[in-house]
């Protein structure tokens, strides 16, 4: 199983980015679909982005869509989500996630079997 971390989260004003970043180690993330989901206070887990084993495809939630952009790097083993014209409702603890599932871009997090710590993202109005 990988081992996922996540980084880049902070307290951020609304209209600005920020750039997360999700570490893998243990196998290469090449064999493996990524995402990116949130979890705000007192909400569900929601999805916010995927991306296919080869970069080649994404999926965004409509929330995000135009603002965010997921990539990898599957050379350096790590995946990126960033994040423009925040608002203060992208305030959530957001998790990197892994699915070896090698089609399809699945937005249920069932669908994920390897999970970072998280990091927290602050947006403030």
């Known amino acids: 199983q990988v081992q996922l971390v996540e980084s880049g989260g902070e307290l951020v004003q609304a209209g600005g980015s920020l750039r997360l970043s999700c570490a893998a180690s243990?196998?290469?993330?090449?064999?493996?679909?990524m995402g990116w989901f949130r979890q705000a206070p007192g909400k569900e887990r929601e999805f916010v982005a995927t991306?296919?084993?080869?970069?080649?495809?994404?999926r965004y939630a409509d929330s995000v869509k135009g603002r965010f952009t997921i990539s990898r790097d599957n050379a350096k083993n790590a995946v990126y989500l960033q994040m423009n014209s925040l608002k203060p409702e992208d305030t959530a603890v957001y998790y990197c996630a892994a699915s070896d599932l090698r089609v399809g871009l699945p937005v249920a997090g069932s669908a994920y079997s390897s999970w970072g710590q998280g990091t927290q993202v602050t947006v403030s109005s």
């Open positions: 243990g196998r290469t993330l090449s064999s493996y679909v």
């Open positions: 991306i296919s084993w080869a970069g080649t495809a994404t």
